[in-house]
């Protein structure tokens, strides 16, 4: 079985799969030094970006951050072929209206 990525792993991984740290700031509207501040100092991505990056580069969401987007806490949005981080939804039982 082969071991996921770190979240630093996977940012690093998705500067590469960019293009770069001036290309991924462009995908997240930031400047090349904050890309760097990111992989210098706390090592991740922001949660704001988490989403945008993973649509560019195809990193997953769940390598990049899984504190915020654990795979045991994933739903379907109905209508989507996207998953997302959140509870389950609820079945709501409303009875039969007449």
């Known amino acids: 079985m082969e071991q996921e990525p770190t ?3 996977a940012l690093t991984e998705a500067v590469e799969i960019a293009g770069g740290q001036s290309a991924l700031a462009r995908i997240c509207g930031k ?3 904050t ?3 990111w992989l ?3 090592k991740r991505l922001p949660p704001e970006h988490v989403i945008a990056v993973e ?3 195809g990193v997953s969401r769940y ?3 899984p504190d915020i987007y654990p795979r045991d ?3 379907a949005v109905p209508g989507t072929t996207d998953n997302v981080a959140c509870e389950p939804l609820p079945i709501l039982d409303r009875g039969v209206r007449g």
């Open 63 to 65: 390598f990049l951050r």
């Open 73 to 75: 806490h994933v739903a």
């Open 31 to 33: 400047a090349q030094p």
């Open 55 to 57: 649509a560019a580069t």
């Open 7 to 9: 979240p630093f792993e």
């Open 35 to 37: 890309v760097w501040k």
């Open 40 to 42: 210098q100092t706390s």
